[in-house]
């Protein structure tokens, strides 16, 4: 019969003990309680969820599920009050109580609240669980004035979040430096500097004494009697170990539950985890050395005495996109035999000091520049002799070139330390699924996915062993804005950057080029869905005049005619427009549309009033078209309606932008007429079915599309184009047509993440595809003026496109 485990706290450290736990053979009848009512989370996301960059289900743990197929009895939403050691049971606040053999104390901390009057008052908060976070969210909007107590990294992420959803915001610090467990005061002030930039107001050596406001918060009092208000407060002034359910039933207790090397408390049946203990007099309060703990009690549990813990080296990181923060280790330079090693750029806000002692580095901090920090890791860890590399400490050559070979790394060594992932893990998976980039590795592994120190690891292990490295980094958008367009879109998102020009300003050069601009124009479009501040002079010039800019100066108009389907009303409307402007050439073109060439740029808009017909938008790096056969309308062979479903194809995606041009094209049978299958989105009907293929191009290039899925009816085909569009729409590099795009990624992982992807993912793409749509706008009627004269200002000076016409 197996044992009763019994674990109190359903968080990181409780949790992921039990995930050690399971890896052995199965012993124990496990019940977890936890006082909060949601599922384990991982809570070093609470940040990115207070920014907005995450929500509540996207930083889960363990599902419901997880905890039903391991047969875990979850009693959440009860906390237990006491523990008797001699009856070997708990008792919750349900009045329950629960026998145990074996009980794993796993509470974690609490918010510490300083002692400042007032601070019960409605409007002040703290920031340590999901529901704090809610409640922040709730009460954060545009405009309102928060302050933070607090200036450590926790304070400085929560003023961070706060002021990405449009508080204005100011940290008050106890001390004269902010994060001062972590950095020394030259580091302290660079950061402060770095917060400044981004609008976050500190102030430093300032004691909160009261909380003001009669019935509400409405500001602080300091100590000095300045009053400053606040629409709402929140404290952030550091963590205490809940560690008086283990006090009261008489275990060793001091800061936090005292724990020997295999995670024993003083009674031989109960252990503890987590930041609820202290080891070695140490307690912590990172993920890292929680699951280094979690892994040594599972041994311990299940009768594996070769395991112990024997402390962790800190680290942090600060997770504050823009903001680069590392430090580990001693930084202190107190100690007689310590060298300080420094670099200092206050232009480029970087500064770095090493402290080594005995040729070991023992301690560093990185401001501004932390992409070395994994190399100084394993420095650190490993206790290496650096009297050799004394020369190059701080600027030490290429990791390929420095003798620092990731494959001489044991394979248990835990490279991503927010989800205890070991190099063995990493490599594996690299292997067994083919990985070649980060965003792959990430997703598979959730490595690199924490506070982010451990990426420049992953890129080397990923360079060690994927035979296909794709390195990221080096495919930086441009030189104004050294950034790869996968971190530019997060940066956008959880930066909440609306403007082309404040990318330029906060990430580059200020100034932009006509490479950059234009992509950043559509990174904006495809973030925000439409809703960014649009900001035309970075188009290219066609996008800009709503026309397609010819070799001799002069314009070609091309209307939409849906699905190539035209009317003679349109006909009349389209020669008498040509013959009154004398347009030089009436063509058609080889996607059935009608070209009217070499139109002057003073005509246009009166040609597009006179037209009364949406543009075609051929020019544009967008939808073009939709191709059309006769299908069953009309053709013998048809056997499904191809030209309803190409109209509806087009007037559900025309005016959108896409990375580049985009062509589709839909057939009635397989004979193909309209040659669906070299589009970029093809629908190709059979007898009682569609299929939808993907990455065609009969350009430069030609290329078979590739099969996405086959379903039945024409709205199924409909809808699965769509999933396809918005993916690619919000995944390709910027130029990148599909067929680029699908060869890369591969057509088994586009499915994977579209039509096979979860329910909700779908949703979430059609809701952002549907937000867009809302907010485009027929690119002639904008501004509701056809005649609209801003449109024809300054071409010249406009980023002209890269060759191609349209067809
Ligand atoms: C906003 C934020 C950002 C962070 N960022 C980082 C970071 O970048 N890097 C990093 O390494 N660490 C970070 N941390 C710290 C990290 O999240 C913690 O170290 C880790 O979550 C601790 O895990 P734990 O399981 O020990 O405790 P917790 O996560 O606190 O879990 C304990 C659980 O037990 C429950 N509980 C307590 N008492 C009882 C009871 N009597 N009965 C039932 N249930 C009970 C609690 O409600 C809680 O759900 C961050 C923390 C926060 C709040
Ligand atoms: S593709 Fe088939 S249905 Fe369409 S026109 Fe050609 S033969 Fe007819």
């Known amino acids: 019969m197996n044992q009763k485990l019994v674990v109190i706290g359903n968080g990181m450290a409780g949790t992921g003990c039990i995930e050690q736990i399971l890896k052995y053979r199965r012993q124990f009848d496990i019940t977890v309680f936890g006082d909060e009512t949601h599922v384990n989370y991982n809570r070093i996301f609470l940040s990115s969820v207070l920014a907005g960059d995450k929500s509540a289900e996207d930083i889960v743990l363990n599902s419901l599920d997880w905890y039903q197929q391991n047969d875990i009895r979850l009693r959440l939403g009860v906390r237990i009050t006491a ?37 019960s008052k409605p409007g002040v908060y703290v920031f340590r669980n999901l529901d704090d976070t809610r409640a922040l969210l709730d009460r954060a909007r545009h405009g309102a004035r928060a302050i933070v107590v607090g200036g450590g990294l926790l304070g400085l992420e929560a003023a961070r979040g706060l002021q990405v959803q449009g508080c204005d915001v100011t940290v008050v610090h106890l001390m004269d430096s902010l994060m001062e467990r972590q950095l020394d005061a030259i580091g302290g002030a660079y950061l402060k500097a770095r917060m400044e930039c981004l609008g976050v107001k500190v102030l430093l050596n300032r004691s909160t004494t009261h909380i003001i406001g009669e019935t509400r918060a409405e500001g602080v009092r300091l100590k000095d009697g300045e009053e400053l208000p606040a629409d709402f407060v929140v404290i952030a002034a550091g963590i205490r170990p809940n560690a008086e359910l283990a006090r009261k039933a008489g275990l060793h207790v001091n800061r936090a539950i005292v724990v020997n090397d295999f995670m024993e408390t003083s009674h031989p049946d109960i252990f503890a985890v987590g930041e609820c203990v202290e080891h070695r007099s140490v307690c912590y309060g990172l993920v890292a050395p929680l699951f280094e703990q979690g892994k040594v009690l599972a041994a311990t549990l299940t009768g594996n005495r070769d395991q112990t813990y024997e402390g962790s080296t800190l680290s942090a990181k600060l997770k504050i996109m823009g903001v680069d923060v590392f430090s580990a280790g001693d930084f202190s330079e107190s100690a007689p035999d310590s060298d300080a090693v420094r670099f200092e750029d206050p232009a480029l806000g970087i500064y770095k000091k090493l402290i080594l002692r005995n040729n070991k580095l023992v301690g560093l901090i990185l401001v501004g520049d932390t992409a070395d920090n994994h190399r100084y890791m394993h420095w650190l860890e490993s206790k290496a002799d650096l009297t050799s590399k004394r020369r190059s400490l701080l600027f030490p050559e290429p990791v390929a070139d420095a003798g620092l070979d990731v494959a001489e790394l044991p394979e248990s060594k835990v490279v991503c330390g927010c989800h205890g992932v070991t190099k063995g893990s990493i490599v594996q998976a690299v292997r067994d699924r083919g990985l070649s980039t980060l965003a792959q590795l990430k997703q598979c592994t959730r490595a690199s996915t924490g506070c982010g120190s451990c990426t ?5 292990l990923l360079k060690a062993v994927a035979p296909q490295f794709e390195d990221e980094r080096q495919q930086v958008l441009c030189k104004c804005v050294p950034f790869s367009e996968e971190r530019l879109r997060e940066v956008v998102r959880t930066e909440r950057l609306r403007s082309v020009q404040q990318v330029l300003d906060i990430y580059g050069n200020g100034a932009g080029c006509a490479v950059c601009k234009p992509a950043l124009s559509y990174m904006m479009d495809v973030v925000w869905c439409g809703s960014h501040q649009e900001d035309r002079s970075a188009r290219f010039v066609n996008d800009r005049v709503h026309a397609n800019i010819q070799k001799d100066g002069t314009f070609s108009v091309v209307p939409r005619i849906r699905g190539g389907v035209t009317s003679p009303e349109e006909l009349r409307r389209i020669a008498d427009v040509a013959e009154k402007y004398r347009v030089r050439m009436v063509k058609i073109t ?17 040609i597009w009033a006179d037209l009364g017909m949406p543009s075609g938008q051929a020019y544009t790096k967008g939808v073009r078209m939709v191709k059309t056969c006769v299908g069953t309308d009309f053709c013998r062979f048809g056997v499904q309606d191809s030209i309803a479903t190409g109209v509806e194809l087009e007037r559900r995606f025309e005016n959108l932008f896409t990375p580049h041009k985009l062509k589709m094209g839909v057939v009635g049978c397989p004979r193909n007429c309209a040659e669906a299958t070299v589009k970029d989105i093809g629908l190709v009907g059979q ?27 024409s709205e199924a085909a409909l809808q699965a184009a ?54 485009s706008r027929d690119a002639w009627l904008e501004g509701d003026q056809p005649r609209h004269p801003t449109q024809f200002v300054q071409i010249e000076s406009l980023p002209l496109p890269p060759a191609g016409n349209i067809q």
């Not at 080889?590 to 009166?606: E, H, T």
């Open 83 to 119: 523990i008797d050691p001699g009856a070997k049971t708990v008792t919750g606040d349900d009045g329950s109580s629960t026998s145990f053999d074996k009980l794993i104390i796993a509470t974690g901390s609490s918010a510490l609240i300083p002692p400042i009057e007032g601070s």
């Open 456 to 460: 420049e690891l992953c890129q080397h």
């Open 590 to 606: 080889g996607s059935q549309r009608i070209d009217l060439l070499g139109v002057q740029k003073s005509d246009l808009p009166n």
């Open 687 to 713: 007898d009682g079915s569609w299929q939808v293929v993907v990455g065609g191009a009969a350009d430069k290039k030609v290329r078979k599309a590739d099969l996405l899925i086959t379903v039945e009816c």
């Open 722 to 775: 769509a999933l396809f569009f918005q993916y690619y729409r919000e995944n390709a590099n910027f130029l990148e047509r599909t067929y680029d795009f699908v060869e890369r990624v591969g057509i088994e992982r586009v499915r994977r993440e579209t039509i096979y992807a979860p329910l909700a993912t779908q949703q979430r793409l059609r809701e952002r595809l549907r937000r867009s749509k809302a907010n």
